[in-house]
């Protein structure tokens, strides 16, 4: 009985994308304590996770990120009515700032050595945010920079409301038949939408890294276009099939797994 | 001569970067006939392909591939960076 409870809890929180305790104490009808001491016991076996404090705590299911703000960013057909300053770079220079703090994740598990690859990936997937939509932004200029670290994975979020990859490659390359295509040129072959400068190594880069370790993955959407790379690939892809389809814009996601 | 890249930061990413630390150590330059250039990583946390491809295209145009050497390092990003900038023969001074 106790472990039926348990796993609609966990049901409901997979369902709302996360929950508050008062939500399910309504829904399942069993007392607040009860609910806490489930949801305490869900904790102490590392399958969900509290964000918040108080009253505005909420569960969540732990190793997946929270993507819900950056999707609504990134799909809104108008200037996005929420540009949250902690996350929206608006400039290079804010998000080479910002990359430092990756280090940090040191703290959650994040292993000496592979923190260089990691800032390294980051910086390459959030430079070319800049790099290829100097005067072709949609509206927002600059990139959306997020890292979660949970359930003992590190998830890194970087999109823009810029182009999009086909729109920027195709230039280089007419023959590219879709987004789809432009994809794939972008991570597995020297190309890049600032010809006829040398230019095209970045994302090849960030594939090897992903590539060169079993506990990690990518997955990179821009408009209908969707490719993954790594061992944790297809989970990235999963947490992308969500994302707008709309063309213009890109969004990579990075899962790189904590010691 | 040697170089050391912790003086152009700690974390070394993007081509606008990596194009004004080249102009930089150009302007600082000035080695001896056949004198070898080392880039030396210790301090530096991460480096990029594109920060460190501006950095090597700028250097190895004006001296030479084989006089422009990186030191070895363990930080895995610098050997990754240059397993792709050195995978491109087209790259200037190549």
Known sequence: ?259 | MRIRLEQYGAILTSRPAGREAALAMKALLRPAADETIELDFTGVVSVGPSWLDEVLSALRADYGRGRVVCLPTKNASVAESLKVIDADPGRPGF
């Open chain 1, 1 to 259: 009985m106790k472990t039926e409870t348990r796993s609609k809890i966990i049901e409901i929180i997979r369902k709302k994308n996360g929950t508050r305790p008062i939500e399910l104490v309504k829904q399942l009808e069993i007392t607040p304590q009860a609910i806490h001491r489930h949801l305490k016991l869900l904790a102490v076996a590392g399958l969900i996770e509290s964000h918040g404090r108080g009253p505005l705590t909420r569960y969540f299911i732990a190793g997946k990120p929270q993507l819900d703000r950056v999707r609504r960013w990134l799909a809104s057909a108008a200037k996005p009515a929420e540009n949250p300053e902690e996350f929206v770079c608006r400039t290079r220079d804010v998000f080479t700032a910002r990359l430092p703090r990756l280090a940090l994740f040191a703290q959650a598990g994040l292993n000496e050595d592979d923190a260089p690859l990691v800032i390294a990936a980051a910086g390459e997937v959030g430079n070319n945010c800049f790099d290829h939509n100097l005067g072709s932004w949609q509206d927002v200029p600059g990139c959306w920079f997020e890292a979660q670290a949970t359930g003992g994975r590190l998830w890194l979020c970087i999109a823009d409301r810029g182009q999009g990859i086909f729109n920027s490659l195709v230039r280089a390359d007419p023959a590219l038949a879709d987004e789809q295509a432009a994809l794939a040129a972008a991570f597995e072959r020297t190309l890049s939408g600032r010809a006829p400068e040398n230019r095209g190594n970045g994302l090849k880069f960030v594939r090897n890294v992903v590539n060169g370790g079993e506990g990690r993955g990518l997955a990179c959407r821009s408009g209908a276009g969707l490719a993954d790379y790594g061992r944790l690939g297809p989970e990235c892809r999963a947490e992308l099939a969500g994302f707008p389809e709309k063309p213009g814009g890109a969004v990579t996601l990075i899962l790189w797994r904590l010691a």
